[in-house]
T-cell receptor, first 115, second 113 residues
Framework: EAGVAQSPRYKIIEKRQSVAFWCNPI?????LYWYQQILGQGPKLLIQ????????DSQLPKDRFSAERLKGVDSTLKIQPAKLEDSAVYLC?????????????FGSGTRLTVV | DQQVKQNSPSLSVQEGRISILNCDYT??????FLWYKKYPAEGPTFLIS?????DKNEDGRFTVFLNKSAKHLSLHIVPSQPGDSAVYFC????????????FGTGTRLKVLA
C-alpha cells in the first residue's frame, strides 16, 4: 500500500510569513495526526482528526496554527504568522483505528526553517 | 512535564552484540508502550509494542521488556546489525481514548561494524 504522502519536503521562510503543509494519509485510514518535532526532541502531537472531526488539539497554538481535514481524507496544516521557534519537522501520520498498540504510519515529514 | 524519558541520548555497540535502549515513564495509566525507529530524512517507523498487562513481547531480533513497578521499559536488539543504526523513540499511549502517543526524546544507536 502507498504510504503517507507529505509535501513539500523542505521549506524556508522568513519570520512573520505564512506557510502550509499538505498530507495525504493511507487510503481508508480514519485517524490522522500532525506532529511537530523540534531538533533534539521527540515528536509532539499538535492535532488529531477522526475522519474530518477534531479529536484533540490541546497542544496546537491556535493563535497561529490551523489545520483542516477536508472530506475526511487530505489534511492541511497552516502557520500564520511563523516565528523562529516554529522551525521543526512537521510529521503527518495516519492509522486505521486509534493507535493503541498498533502504532501508526508516519510520512517523511516537512522540514521547516524560519529565518 | 516530561512523561516519557529517554535519558541516554546516544549508544554505541559492536556488531553482533546486544543493544539495550531504555525508557522511563511517570504515568501509571499508560496502556500501551511502543518503540519507533527513525532514519535521517525519514519519518519514524513503528517497530514493536507492548501492552501494559504484559511484561515481555518479542519479534525476531527485537524484544521489549516492561517493568511496571519501576515504570521502566527497555528494547533489546540481538544481535545488533549496522542497519540498526538509527534514532529510537519510546512512546506511550494514554487512556483518554484519543490514542495519542507521547514520545521520548530519542536515543541514537550506532552499531559499529
Amino acid at each position: 500500500e502507498a504510504g503517507v504522502a507529505q509535501s513539500p519536503r523542505y521549506k524556508i521562510i522568513e519570520k512573520r510569513q505564512s506557510v502550509a503543509f499538505w498530507c495525504n494519509p493511507i487510503s481508508g485510514h480514519a485517524t490522522l495526526y500532525w506532529y511537530q518535532q523540534i531538533l533534539g526532541q521527540g515528536p509532539k502531537l499538535l492535532i488529531q482528526f477522526q475522519n474530518n472531526g477534531v479529536v484533540d488539539d490541546s497542544q496546537l497554538p491556535k493563535d497561529r496554527f490551523s489545520a483542516e481535514r477536508l472530506k475526511g481524507v487530505d489534511s492541511t496544516l497552516k502557520i500564520q504568522p511563523a516565528k523562529l521557534e516554529d522551525s521543526a519537522v512537521y510529521l503527518c501520520a495516519s492509522s486505521l483505528v486509534g493507535g493503541g498498540g498498533y502504532g501508526y504510519t508516519f510520512g517523511s515529514g516537512t522540514r521547516l526553517t524560519v529565518v | 512535564d516530561q512523561q516519557v524519558k529517554q535519558n541516554s541520548p546516544s549508544l554505541s555497540v559492536q556488531e553482533g552484540r546486544i543493544s539495550i535502549l531504555n525508557c522511563d515513564y511517570t504515568n501509571s495509566m499508560f496502556d500501551y508502550f511502543l518503540w519507533y525507529k527513525k532514519y535521517p530524512a525519514e519519518g519514524p517507523t513503528f517497530l514493536i509494542s507492548i501492552s501494559s498487562i504484559k511484561d515481555k513481547n518479542e519479534d525476531g531480533r527485537f524484544t521489549v521488556f516492561l517493568n511496571k513497578s519501576a515504570k521502566h521499559l527497555s528494547l533489546h536488539i540481538v544481535p545488533s546489525q549496522p542497519g540498526d543504526s538509527a534514532v529510537y523513540f519510546c512512546a506511550a499511549s494514554g487512556t483518554s481514548g484519543t490514542y495519542k502517543y507521547i514520545f521520548g526524546t530519542g536515543t541514537r544507536l550506532k552499531v559499529l561494524a
